[in-house]
């Protein structure tokens, strides 16, 4: 098991992605925490995790206030001594051209993604990781961190910035047995998606047609290659990033990936 009694911190873990990576560590044999906004999300994924047999506990918090990232921790090491493994996984994206970005639509998404990232890495760091000279932070990032999407220049913005985040602390904190990396995941089927399919659909099978692969990804295949880098098997990595895309970002722009042999 990848993660025999290692405690490991999801933030954002009630839903997508994040509950899909809490689901799968817990699997793995961690203590998995769930940490998120949403308080009833938070009962029914600790719920869920737990009927697994496995060990979970919800954390609610958001994660651009410090006062209550430092609380979650507390709470944290209270409840299991440490954190191994933190997962800054939480985001916030609402749509909308430059030009009509507001004061406090730019802040939200930078404060949620980038600084929740820094809140959560630092004070993580601070009273486990760097006293215990061991830890692992996977930031989960996007294919939006590594080239801009339209109308969405705060969340490129933050992205971008959790990519440069992540090699920052990498650099810094090497020498206290933390590695942290990031995964960029391209188009992925959570709720968010499905109800942007519904709604749009020409627009998705546009966006389809320039993955490689020919799909989207399943949240579990973004939770697995998080937890490959949050595990001891990625044991020399650090500063890297890992795009889960089906092959999208290497894809020169203006093209659609073949199919059919053509
Ligand atoms: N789904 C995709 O196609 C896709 C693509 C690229 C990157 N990503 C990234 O993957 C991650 C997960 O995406 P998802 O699609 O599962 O997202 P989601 O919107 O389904 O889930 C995000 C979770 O974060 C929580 N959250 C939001 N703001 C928070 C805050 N301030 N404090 C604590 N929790 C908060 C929400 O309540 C929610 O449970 C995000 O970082 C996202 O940017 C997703």
Redesign the pocket.
């Known amino acids: 098991m990848k993660f025999k009694d290692k405690v490991v911190v999801v ?8 509950y899909a990576t809490a689901l799968l560590s817990a699997r793995e044999g961690a203590c998995s925490v769930v ?4 308080p009833d ?1 938070v009962e029914a994924a600790v719920k869920a995790i737990r009927a697994t047999g496995a060990t979970a506990l919800g954390v609610v ?4 206030d410090r006062s209550s990232v430092a609380e979650n921790v507390a709470h944290v090491i209270a409840e299991f001594g440490r954190i191994d493994v933190l997962v800054n ?5 609402v749509p909308a051209p430059a030009r009509e970005l507001t004061e406090d639509h730019w802040r939200r998404e930078l404060d ?2 980038l600084t ?1 990232t820094f809140f959560w890495s630092q004070i993580a760091a601070v009273e486990s990781m760097i006293p215990r000279r061991s830890g692992v932070i996977v930031n ?5 961190g590594l080239a801009a999407a339209p109308n969405t220049a705060s969340y490129v913005a933050a ?1 971008h910035g959790i990519v440069g985040l992540t090699k920052a602390l990498a650099v810094d904190w090497g020498q206290y047995d933390i590695r942290v990396n990031c995964v ?5 089927w ?4 499905r109800s942007v399919s519904e709604a749009r659909p020409e627009m998705m099978k546009e966006r389809v047609s320039r993955i490689p692969l020919g799909s ?1 990804a399943q ?1 579990e295949d ?1 939770a697995n290659a998080v937890c490959f880098l949050a595990s001891a098997e990625s044991a020399a990595v650090s500063g890297s990033v890992l795009s889960v895309d089906g092959g999208t970002s290497a894809l020169s722009s203006g093209y659609s990936a073949p199919r059919d042999g053509t």
């Open positions: 933030t954002g873990g009630a839903r997508g992605i994040g940490c998120d906004l949403d999300g918090g958001d994660v651009s996984n939480a985001a916030t994206q949620v993604c929740g989960v990032g996007s294919g939006a992205k960029c995941p391209g188009f992925t959570t709720e968010l998606a989207g949240p973004v």
